[in-house]
């Protein structure tokens, strides 16, 4: 990914998607079910509370709702910042309603986990971490310090010392496990969302490029008749004009430059070729097309293609589809990038399958990574050989992900060894130390003859004016 794409992506943080109106709401309802219990307690129930002070905490919630709907636009978005501030206000004055109201011997003290769930949802880590903190804090001090609850008749309701214990220690596991379950499940959608976004990108990147080609050697095809003609006409009027030495000189520029026109639409389409091209291929040009861009970058690329056990020797012609040509690319790309000197790409068929392995030698795959390969924003640590041998590299994790996304799109299957493990199947060649990924699709998902969507053949249609 670019660096743009990178700042983009893990430059935002999860608090600024929240709308500050969203959190407003949230407080409302929170207010509404204050104000009833209170109200409840008291009338229903004939429970004295310290009402001046209960509707005082109630009154400062009411209040900032107040102020920010009047200060602020109804799309405002929080910042990192402000989205803690608002959690940890609402954290305290639940704390502070509760002292009231007779601390843990109040069933509402469960209500101390809705602050650190939303926090644990939307912000990072050291925020929910403080947020996380402080609740654990307030709820021991509540345990000890609140004011009793008493009925009309002046009886204290309160709860067993072991059922209080039982109380703390439920809200603090609670705090514990469902802040962390929470933000890490939150994190992982974030993450997976993000991933496929990018993966997204990259695919339409691609499938604008294959449709650029298309339109390119359209044009050029269409235009190579014009352009002989140009120069036909041009090379009779440089015979007819030998007594005009100045219109004999333009003749030869016009001819020139229909050669000089040719030649770019060649480079750009491919000129002469057929349309077909760029919906089918034979695999090894599939492969070379991916390949290209990492040829030419000191290391040495091996291909190697021929069929497997009952193969056929014509090796088979495959759908052009940009999710094989980026997938393949990336991973080509990631054997370069690692590889000591060689890289090599294998592609083998038989009657049902076709493979397509990508080996290097160089230093593989960490070991304790194997099992989590294609994760998104997945990357080791960076040694200081990894950074003198490639000092511009700074990925994201997201190659290989991509590379599977897109390739498991198609309908492949990928598998990743180190050539190094002794109990690896991928390849049996000693050469092959490093990074091994095979990937494997059934041949009706890409023969472009014998699929389930096989490419129509014939000569291209005539564009017409």
């Given amino acids: 990914m670019a660096d743009s794409n990178q700042t983009f992506w893990r430059g935002q943080e999860r608090s600024s998607w929240i709308r500050l109106r969203t959190l407003i709401l949230l407080r409302w309802v929170a207010i509404v079910g204050q104000i009833t219990a209170i109200t409840v307690a008291q009338q229903t129930y004939h429970v004295q509370l310290e009402l001046g002070l209960c509707y005082l905490a109630v009154g400062v ?36 309603l509760l002292y009231l109201t007779g601390g843990l011997n109040n069933p509402f003290a469960l209500l101390l986990l809705g602050p650190v769930t939303i926090s644990a949802n939307v912000m990072s880590t050291r925020s929910t971490l403080i947020v996380g903190g402080v609740a654990i804090i307030l709820a021991t001090l509540l345990a000890e310090f609140h004011l009793p609850l008493r009925t009309d008749i002046g009886f204290i309701l309160r709860i067993p010392d072991i059922l209080l214990f039982g109380n703390w220690a439920a809200i603090i596991i609670a705090i514990v496990f469902i802040g962390a379950y929470s933000h890490r499940v939150s994190s992982e959608v974030q993450s997976m969302s993000e991933a496929l976004s990018a993966a997204h990108m990259a695919l339409a990147r691609e499938q604008k490029l294959t449709d650029l080609g298309g339109v390119v050697a359209a044009a050029a095809h269409e235009l190579g008749t014009p352009l002989a003609t140009i120069k036909l006409t041009s090379s009779e009027l440089i015979e007819e004009l030998e007594d005009r030495p100045d219109l004999k000189d333009d003749a030869a520029l016009i001819r020139e430059q229909a050669d000089r026109c040719r030649d770019i639409l060649r480079d750009m389409g491919r000129a002469g070729k057929d349309d077909l091209h760029l919906r089918q291929a034979p695999i090894s040009t599939v492969i070379h097309e991916a390949a290209e861009p990492h040829i030419e970058r000191g290391k040495l690329v091996h291909f190697i293609e021929g069929p497997a056990l009952d193969g056929d020797v014509q090796q088979p012609s495959i759908l052009r589809k940009p999710e094989i040509i980026h997938g393949l690319r990336n991973l080509i790309q990631n054997a370069v990038d690692f590889s000591r000197a060689n890289v090599w790409v294998e592609a083998h068929w038989t009657t049902d399958q076709i493979t397509v392995s990508i080996m290097d030698d160089g230093r593989g795959y960490p070991s304790h990574l194997i099992g989590r390969i294609g994760d998104p924003f997945m990357r080791r640590r960076r040694a200081e050989t990894d950074q003198r041998a490639r000092p511009e590299y700074e990925g994201m994790g997201l190659g290989l992900f991509i590379a599977k996304t897109l390739l498991e799109r198609s309908g492949a299957e990928l598998e990743f060894a180190n050539g190094s493990d002794p109990y690896q199947h991928l390849s049996d ?29 014939g000569s291209n249609q005539r564009i017409r004016a």
């Fill in 429 to 457: 060649n000693p050469a092959h130390r490093g990074a091994i990924v095979r990937v494997s699709w059934p041949r009706k998902m890409i023969d472009a003859q014998k699929g389930d969507t096989p490419v129509p053949s």
């Fill in 61 to 96: 919630s009411v209040l900032g709702n107040l102020t920010a709907i009047f200060l602020f636009p109804q799309n405002k978005r929080l910042s990192e910042f402000e989205n803690f501030l608002m959690v940890l206000f609402d954290l305290l004055q639940l704390a502070f």
